[in-house]
């Protein structure tokens, strides 16, 4: 066996089972979950358009967070504190009027973002605290 015949079979070795494992064909891109040529093409489509909204999704989470811990350090260095729970709740309910139950727990993690890398502790979340 060549070398790049061997480091190709190692290749596939390690490679996660996935398409045929569907029952489709072999294929480089995912699966559309139907043999149906014209329901794939309308999944391809919308697929194309849901990688875009995914890529607009994540690049605004970070730009929010990144705003966010700036806020945060510009009021602890001005001798604030780092939360505002009065503000967070306004935040809240805006996603919970916009989404319903489930944007409570979207905006918990969009808020825990904001909070930074050390917004996960018990110890730092409460020196913070605006209590009222
Ligand atoms: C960004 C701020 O600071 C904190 C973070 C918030 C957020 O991520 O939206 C909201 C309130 C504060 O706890 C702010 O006061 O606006």
Same mark, same amino acid.
């Given at each position: 066996m060549s070398e790049p015949q061997r480091a190709n079979h190692e290749h596939r070795a390690v490679v996660p089972h996935r398409a045929s494992d569907e029952g489709g064909r072999p294929t480089d891109s995912p699966e $559309?979950? $139907?043999?149906q040529p014209a329901a794939s093409d309308r999944i391809s489509m919308l697929r194309r358009r849901i990688d875009e909204i995914d890529g607009q999704i994540i690049a605004l989470w970070q730009e929010r967070a990144a705003a966010s811990q700036e806020v945060g350090a510009t009021r602890i260095a001005s001798g604030g504190t780092r939360l505002v729970l009065s503000r967070e709740r306004v935040i809240m309910e805006r996603y919970r009027e916009g989404m319903g139950p489930d944007g409570t727990q979207v905006a918990l993690l969009i808020l825990r973002a904001g909070r930074g890398p050390l917004g996960g502790t018990e110890s730092s979340r409460d020196r913070g605290v605006e209590t009222s």
């Open positions: $559309t979950g $139907t043999d």
